[in-house]
């Protein structure tokens, strides 16, 4: 376990639906990253947010946008939802004392219908 | 070509089987490598991290990096069935620009037999 929460679990919704994701690291964890898990894309890096700033982007869609609060966690919103939209997001932290490795939450599952 | 090669499987081995896991990358700006393990429906968890060429070992499983020809390894001595997963390889550059994004292979999913 690796401390990381990430809520809800599970969301099934409609397409054109706008949903929030959130994570919330461990204590401490400045950095958070959000990943997304299809099945034939396999684990794709969309954002990176550093104490509260936006510090790198990946393959994020304009739908998408996210960002950090004060108390270091992290929603993702997904909005005008479509089919392929349906997958596994999972957020990942760096710990202060070594920015070389993530962490990775337990994911939300989202199945757009 | 991709960033990051990764043979899918599936990969099917009996208990107590010598496990070899590998990718292949193309960026030869990539200086961290990681392999995470994955169960079904989990978060990827962080096994092995690695930074020179080389092996480390932790316990039944050694990783091994050859930069010079951009190919990493994760071995598993004495394969238990709970090491069924999904293995997934990962790497990234220095800090650049303030990026510090992991770049992941494709996963190979790995059946150990009882």
């Known amino acids: ?21 959130r994570c919330s690291p461990r204590s401490g964890d400045l950095s958070v990253y959000w990943y997304q898990q ?8 969309l954002i990176q947010y550093y104490n509260g700033e936006e510090r790198a982007k990946g393959n994020i869609l304009e739908r998408f946008s996210a960002q950090q609060f004060p108390d270091l966690h992290s929603e993702l919103n997904l909005s005008s939802l479509e089919l392929g939209d349906s997958a596994l997001y999972f957020c990942a932290v ?5 920015t070389d490795t993530q962490y990775f939450g337990p ?7 | 070509q991709k960033e990051v090669e990764q043979d899918p499987g599936p990969l099917s081995v009996p208990e107590g089987a010598i496990v070899s896991l590998n990718c292949t990358y193309s960026n030869s700006a990539f ?12 978060g990827p968890e962080l096994l092995m991290y690695t930074y020179s060429s080389g092996n480390k070992e932790d316990g039944r499983f050694t990783a091994q990096v050859d930069k010079s020809s951009k190919y990493i390894s994760l071995f598993i001595r004495d394969s238990q069935p709970s090491d069924s997963a999904t ?4 790497m990234k550059g220095r800090i650049l620009f303030g990026s510090e994004k992991l770049v992941f292979g494709k996963g190979t999913k790995l059946t150990v037999n009882p």
């Open chain 1, 38 to 45: 299809s099945l034939d894309q396999g684990l794709q890096f």
């Open chain 1, 1 to 21: 376990d690796s401390g990381v929460t990430q809520t809800p679990k599970h969301l099934i919704t409609a397409t054109g639906q706008r949903v929030t994701l």
């Open chain 1, 107 to 113: 994911g939300t599952r989202l199945t757009v219908l």
């Open chain 1, 94 to 98: 760096s710990p202060l004392q070594s």
């Open chain 2, 31 to 42: 200086q961290y490598f990681m392999w995470y393990r994955q169960y079904s429906r989990k």
């Open chain 2, 87 to 90: 293995y997934l390889c990962a």
